[in-house]
């Protein structure tokens, strides 16, 4: 999710801002790796989501689904249907210049596959990570309800239950990661899809209009806060950077200890 959220930063706000020093067809391919990134962003905080709710309510499936192993494959899965899928923008984009093909603008077919790329990224992951994270959360407040009971606690005491805690912030990071992926995505969706039902989708490539620029200025800053949210919230996730910081100097030394000992 890191990866992905980092290459949506350099191809769709550092790249995208120098193509107009770019020919075709590198500018073809920086806008289709901006679309891959996106896509393959949006769906691994849905695979992020689903894998929460299923370590969470389902004991059983936790066993089989939770491995590196099965992590592994749901990451290269998606990684490679978010290329597949987003190829097609590379031939939408004029051979002589970055910008969108007449018939791009006019086809009645590149107007499908547009609707079903908004419909995919990002409505249907909106559906999902709001229903999952019903699902998560409430399973989680009810065997909080269940565990004070059994441990004869009364609504009105307050006594320190680790376990409760750490649900606790199970809780406000799902909150945290949903509620910033749909506040920040949604401007985007609505004004694209009134710029296509009002038949001036096309125009928004040649005219400034303020409400998509702010959409897209608060979709790509999306990215910029999951990677804030990772950092700060899971201590996991900063040993890793950290281990991965310090690989390649605790190899050199390595290297320079075995070297003078021989």
């Known amino acids: 999710m890191a990866v992905a959220d980092l290459l949506v930063v350099v191809f769709q706000v550092i790249l995208i801002n120098l193509i107009s ?3 075709p067809p590198k500018c073809n391919i920086i806008y289709s790796a901006g679309y891959m990134s996106v896509a393959c962003s949006v769906w691994l905080t849905v695979a992020f989501t689903f894998d929460r709710t299923v370590a969470i309510c389902f004991e059983k499936l936790k066993t089989r689904y939770c491995t590196e192993k099965g992590a592994a494959i749901v990451i290269a899965v998606v ?9 097609p923008w590379y031939f939408t984009y004029r051979s002589h210049s970055c910008s969108p093909s007449f018939e791009f603008a006019y086809s009645p077919v590149w107007a499908v596959f547009d609707w079903g790329h908004r419909i995919l990224t ?3 992951p909106f559906v ?9 959360v409430r399973h989680i407040l009810m065997a909080s309800v269940v565990r004070r009971k059994l441990r004869g606690q009364q609504s009105g005491e307050r006594k320190d239950d680790p376990e409760i805690k750490n649900r606790r912030r199970s809780v406000i990071l799902l909150s945290t990661i949903s509620a910033s992926f749909i506040l920040l995505w949604v ?16 125009a ?9 620029r702010i959409g897209t200025m608060l979709q790509l800053f999306s990215s910029c806060t999951n990677m804030f949210i990772y950092a700060v919230t899971q201590r996991k996730f900063r040993e890793e950077v950290t ?7 605790k190899a050199i030394l390595k290297f320079i200890k075995g070297y003078g000992e021989s």
């Open 187 to 202: 401007t985007r969706v609505v004004s694209l899809s009134i710029l296509q039902i009002t038949g001036r989708y096309v």
């Open 79 to 87: 990684s490679l249907l978010s290329v597949l899928t987003n190829i």
């Open 204 to 212: 928004r490539f040649v005219s400034d209009v303020v409400v998509d």
């Open 21 to 23: 020093g770019f020919p």
């Open 243 to 249: 281990n991965i910081v310090n690989y390649p100097f």
């Open 128 to 136: 999902l990570i709001l229903l999952l994270n019903a699902v998560t």
């Open 122 to 124: 990002p409505i249907v």
